[in-house]
């Protein structure tokens, strides 16, 4: 009878150690884990109830919940394969933490129907709006001009972006290269979840996309593209009526992503270790190095006020991107990946330098493309393109392509000329651009002291005369 109390006590001691023991492992799982998986389902849970915003600055995660709730445009994943849950969904937050901050838009290869994903890439003023036109042209091609512009503006003002999920992002603290990232993964697989609603809304640059006139004119019906630069997300300016236009303009826009052959994107606003990353993620993804020489970039540069801190700092920060991204190149693990293009090839030799970047993307170059592209450079534009004769461009007036290249000779003062040779003389010197010697200039006078000086000598060839 005691031997059986005693068991019975044991055993009861035993349950109460166990019970006891429970609770203090949830204790101690939760506070190794931190803001992990109990803190992540949590916020998980609440996303349908409040608006979450997730920035990220000098490295420190600051996560704010906001009592406003906003109302998801639920146009989540497009690709209608990949998984649905995006790093601007899956988590509430789009930026996770400062290590994961540019690889948190996608964590496995993405690639996802046949298409071929392509980065065209390069610098302010080196010939990219005319290249982009020209690999725009084949019909099953689906191109972007400049998707990320929005964004580098809309954080120089402290402004905010609106995701379609209802997540935003304020005061410009997020990290752009992490939102770069996301948008460029999104319009390359269709999955518009990942990119920034004003990248879908920047009608300025959409336009120039030939096969996305339809969903253009469907966000102008709609009323949208057109908001005012404040530093509200413009989420909080759409109304619910044009919530429900948005999502019939962007079935219109995921159809014809979806039917695309090869996915363009055209930016000068993304470093090629951040490209890089691109091509990591989406199998099959190439990208097309545009490279001008720096002289002319510059010059370009000189008279548009893009150089707001002085034309040597402009020039030193110019070939230091540069130099950066030829450095990545040479260390990729897959070069047959990248090509570069030099943009005085396209300028003075157009139809063969088209003929090998469209090889190397795998496009088909017809009589009718090669016709257009001829055209649009050494036949003066006679085709009409559109973002060519933009007064923002190189070529904003109907003349050969062919002049556009040794212009600088004659246009950039010597003092710059020499000061970027200078400067870029490694980056000059590995892509092969010569050494020019500047002819000595002098300078030009006052008009109105040459005037005076002039009218002295008539008077006194008169004087003389008479």
Known sequence: MEESVIHTVKRLKNWFLVILMVPFALVLSYSLTGSGTFHRNWKISNLNQYQLTVVLKDNRRIDVTEKTPVEPLHVYSTTGHEDRKTSAQQNTSVITTAKDATTSASMTHIK????TGVILLTYMRSGSSLTGDILQQPKDTFYLF??????EHIQKRNGSIS??????MTNGRYNLSAVYLDTLLGWLTCNFSRVYLESLLDL???????TLQQYTSCIYRAGLGDFPETSKPILYNITIHQKELLKTCMEDLRNVCLRSKYRIVKTIRTKMSLAAQVLEQVVDS???HLVRDPRATIESK??????PLGLSFCIS?????VRDDIIVEKKSRSPERFHTVFYENIASRPIQTAKMMYKFIGMELTPVISDYIFNITLGKNKSGCSVCTAKWQIGNSASSSEKHVDAWKQKLPPKYINRTQQLCNDVIKHYGYEYYVAPYRRKSKNKKVLMKKVIQSVGKFQRKVS
């Open 163 to 168: 995701y379609l999920n209802g997540t935003v």
């Open 146 to 151: 400049e998707p990320l512009k929005s964004a």
């Open 286 to 288: 190439k990208l097309i």
């Open 112 to 115: 996802r129907g046949n298409f």
């Open 317 to 321: 920060q110019h070939c230091q991107r």
């Open 302 to 307: 000189s008279h548009r006020k893009v150089c």
């Open 204 to 210: 300025e640059f959409l336009a120039f996309g030939k």
